[in-house]
T-cell receptor
Framework: DAKTTQPTSMDCAEGRAANLPCNHS???????VYWYRQIHSQGPQYIIH???NNETNEMASLIITEDRKSSTLILPHATLRDTAVYYCIVRVSGNTPLVFGKGTRLSVIA | GAVVSQHPSWVICKSGTSVKIECRSL??????MFWYRQFPKQSLMLMATSNEGSKATYEQGVEKDKFLINHASLTLSTLTVTSAHPEDSSFYICSARVGDRGPYEQYFGPGTRLTVT
């Protein structure tokens, strides 16, 4: 079962920052937070992951609260091509596969 | 990032026939690959974990005799849907793990859409 809670859908204006929240109140100390997205009829795309520190890469930033019970994925300047379903997943490192919840459907509007 | 390919991208077959889907890691060696299935408007569901050179581990409720998985090399895993029926129509996605330890990343193929008529 998925260990995260995300809003079902969100809208964001093109060019603005998209902030996607995720609750993972039962996260364990050795579990990482991963974000993936799936554009319609494609395979999921890796975005970013983190343990407890905030992380940033060329795609997005990941902000994890100090108690690690929630996190926010930030797309700094959303474009129409960022319209997708975004999945927040918690998982220990090692051999365990990713288990997907329902995700958040982000619609970027011109 | 690492590239995972799938072939075919879509396939239509008749009920009762078998279909093979290939998953390849193009620029890395994958000791572990995963197979997922996704029905319309639903999330991805893990079907099985495939380790190179050994038998696949299937998730509860997934019939191992119906969904045959072979991971004969470090760059290729195959999923064969045997005696396919219309209810097997779905989007099948493979994934490969990069690295053997730590918070490894998991990369996904583009998916194969199977339609059984």
């Amino acid at each position: 079962d998925a260990k995260t809670t995300q809003p079902t859908s969100m809208d964001c204006a093109e060019g603005r920052a998209a902030n996607l929240p995720c609750n993972h109140s039962t996260i364990s100390g050795n579990e990482y937070v991963y974000w993936y997205r799936q554009i319609h009829s494609q395979g999921p795309q890796y975005i970013i992951h983190g343990l407890k520190n905030n992380e940033t890469n060329e795609m997005a930033s990941l902000i994890i609260t100090e108690d690690r019970k929630s996190s926010t994925l930030i797309l700094p300047h959303a474009t129409l091509r960022d319209t997708a379903v975004y999945y927040c997943i918690v998982r220990v490192s090692g051999n365990t596969p990713l288990v997907f919840g329902k995700g958040t459907r982000l619609s970027v509007i011109a | 990032g690492a590239v995972v390919s799938q072939h075919p991208s879509w396939v239509i077959c008749k009920s009762g026939t078998s279909v093979k889907i290939e998953c390849r890691s193009l620029d890395f060696q994958a000791t572990t690959m995963f197979w997922y299935r996704q029905f319309p408007k639903q999330s991805l569901m893990l079907m099985a974990t495939s380790n190179e050179g050994s038998k696949a581990t299937y998730e509860q409720g997934v019939e191992k005799d119906k969904f045959l998985i072979n991971h004969a090399s470090l760059t290729l895993s195959t999923l064969t849907v045997t005696s396919a029926h219309p209810e097997d129509s779905s989007f099948y996605i493979c994934s490969a793990r990069v690295g053997d330890r730590g918070p490894y990343e998991q990369y996904f193929g583009p998916g194969t859409r199977l339609t059984v008529t």
